[in-house]
């Protein structure tokens, strides 16, 4: 099974890799079209500024590798926090710029009005209304590691999502087909965290 | 509802990990000591976040830094931030490249403002910890350069760390550096009206109650302690159990 960390310059893949060796998987870093387009499992994980990742991202050539990827062969897809994100349309982080397009919702600032503190730091525990395959065997109200300052609007009514409650709710995860995406770390959340990629390394291609 | 959080800061020079009281250092012991003393492998169960600073100003040191850093990493299932001697763009990515989730920086955001900016615009606030050292009891004031530079009021230093953008605070009393007898709370007063950056208090914990003291204040997001002797063994798991036993706002972890 060859599963593939997209590397873009601007991700902290060690702590994917660890997480997943300890289920008992090998992955790989890559950032060659070729080897992403034949993965069985992709992963796009991600820290840093919205603009800055897709400017890696279209200067390595990986953004249409990865639409493609998604879309014609339909690869099974994890983007983790700023990685989910790129999935999105668009973010206002540091001017706005145009994301991957792969599902269609906007990425903007966490309301602060309420008073909330920004980042979102720590743990917090998520919800759904219709269970996907992430969620498989997961409790509602599993707490999860996030931390960001920017999260996903819930536009696009083909995907199934996992919410979170700061200030507002918010997108803290999503399914679109064999597209995902976590706003939070499930490498660093514990065992429900390796309960959460196990699912989705379990996910039979269609 | 978001958890509060417990966090185990780690302070390493040349191979060693140090207890510093009041920023006199003591060596204990290598990462060996540590990863047997403290049972790292199960360490995620009882800390929310680990804090690594290197306090080596030799920069022939820092490769040996970065193999810990990585070495620990692979040890356990937390978030990590890393910082101490961070000068350059360079330095930051090698930290995480190494396995780093956050950095920290300290002296930079004195002496290079526009570096920490650029490591904002770069990452992201969320991946910036300030570290600010501070002591009183009047006036009080803060300190670069592992405590030894004094640079005016804490309250300015506050204003102009938002000001930078950064994601989080970490805030420790020289005076209660290592000491366990608590917490300093003064540090808050000095905190800006209509503050929107996460607050980690730190210096002086030296027992679960302090910890308690730190997670019930509203102004706190997060109790950290760099104790190696006060939390040994499994000192920290049965710190977090008695704190969850009084309704310490942490998350729940399943077995």
Known sequence: MKITLIDYGMGNHLSVRNALSRLGYNSSVSQDPIVIKNSDFIILPGVGSFRRAMENLNGLGLSEAIIQAATENGIPMLGICLGMQLLGSESTEDGTSEGLHLIDNKISKLDSSSGIRIPHVGFNNVYWKTANALTDELNQNSDFYFTHSYAMTDSDKSADYIYCDYGAPFVAGFRKHNIFGVQFHPEKSQRTGLKLLKNFLEIKRA | ?255
């Open chain 2, 1 to 255: 509802m978001l958890k509060k959080r417990l966090i185990f800061t780690l302070l390493y020079k040349n191979g060693s990990f140090l207890l510093s009281r009041n920023f006199r250092l003591q060596r204990v012991g290598d990462i060996q000591w540590l990863f047997k003393n403290y049972h790292f492998e199960t360490i995620s169960d009882a800390i929310d976040e680990l804090i690594v600073l290197n306090l080596d100003d030799d920069e022939t040191k820092i490769p040996g830094f970065l193999n810990t850093l990585e070495e620990m990493v692979g040890h356990c299932m937390i978030p990590v931030a890393a910082g101490g001697q961070i000068r350059s763009v360079e330095m930051a990515s090698a930290l995480l490249a190494h396995g780093a989730d956050k950095l920290v920086v300290n002296t930079a955001c004195f002496e290079q403002p526009e570096l920490v900016e650029e490591l904002v615009s770069r990452y992201g606030s969320q991946c910036m910890v300030a570290s600010i050292d501070w002591t009183g009891p009047d006036n009080l004031k803060v300190f670069s350069h592992s405590a030894a530079q004094e640079q005016g009021l804490l309250h300015d230093h506050l204003k102009r760390l938002e000001g930078l953008n950064v994601g989080e605070i970490y805030l420790n009393a020289i005076h209660r550096d290592g000491t366990g007898q608590g917490y300093d709370f003064d540090a808050l007063n000095a905190v800006p009206n209509d503050w929107k950056v996460p607050i980690i208090m730190a210096g002086g914990a030296g027992h679960s109650s302090h910890l308690s003291q730190a997670l019930e204040h509203p102004l706190i997001d997060a109790a950290a302690t760099a104790n190696l002797f006060n939390f040994v063994g499994k000192g920290l798991a049965s710190a977090r159990r008695e704190l969850l036993q009084c309704e310490a706002p942490l998350a729940k972890f399943d077995d």
